[in-house]
Antibody, heavy 115, light 107 residues
């Protein structure tokens, strides 16, 4: 059974940093691209970032480009999202998902950016 | 970026009804279109990929059609568990943008 477990969310002040992790199990992590999607409270889904199988290609939404960095550690079957220069509008539940479009999602990790 | 516009934004229907949700892309996306269902407090669930392919385990009352810029999700014989929010997502070009969502409510 595919399992994706996000961690690392919490309350952070504007301008601060946070690193999200997504621990994967139940599939061969190194054989799949991975994605981060977020959802602000009461709002719709926003695609944030994606990383290729080998990790050599990364993609970002314009809203986070230059501030967020996606990475992966295949030896640990873990996906990361380093978030810097956080803004109030980054407040959301962050989901990791298997592949470019996905039938497998984590339960989400809440990030709150507030002073 | 490719903009995805869903219509309607909200929809009221009754159990047993047939409903259609439309997603319009700002440029042609061929059939690189996916549909998700999201219930409150839950992660999204993939229903349809590649415009018309039913994800494993999804009831056959869900169907997708279209190509290019106008694509649709149809739900036949609505069941109580179908009242949720629905999102389209293009996977033609990154960033793989979502539509703004359609909330399906019980009439």
């Amino acid at each position: 059974e595919v399992q994706l477990v996000e961690s690392g969310g919490g309350l952070v002040q504007p301008g601060g940093s946070l690193r999200l992790s997504c621990a994967a199990s139940g599939f061969t992590f190194s054989s799949y691209a991975m994605t981060w999607v977020r959802q602000a409270p009461g709002k719709g889904l926003e695609w944030v970032s994606g990383i290729s199988i080998s990790g050599d290609r990364t993609y970002y939404a314009d809203s986070v480009k230059g501030r967020f960095t996606i990475s992966r550690d295949d030896s640990k079957s873990t996906l990361y999202l380093q978030m810097n220069s956080l803004r109030a509008e980054d407040t959301a539940i962050y989901y990791c998902a298997k592949d470019w479009f996905s039938g497998s999602w984590g339960q989400g990790s809440l990030v709150t950016v507030s002073s | 970026d490719i903009q995805m516009t869903q219509s309607p934004s909200s929809l009221s229907a009754s159990v047993g009804d047939r409903v259609t949700i439309t997603c319009r892309a700002s440029q042609s996306i061929s059939t690189y279109l996916n549909w998700y269902q999201q219930r409150p407090g839950q992660a999204p669930k993939l229903l349809i990929y590649a415009a018309s392919s039913l994800q494993s385990g999804v009831p056959s009352r869900f169907s997708g059609s279209g190509s290019g810029t106008d694509l649709t999700l149809t739900i036949s014989n609505l069941q109580p568990e179908d009242f949720a929010s629905y999102y389209c997502q293009q996977s033609y070009r990154t960033p793989y943008t979502f539509g703004q969502g359609t909330k399906l409510e019980i009439k």
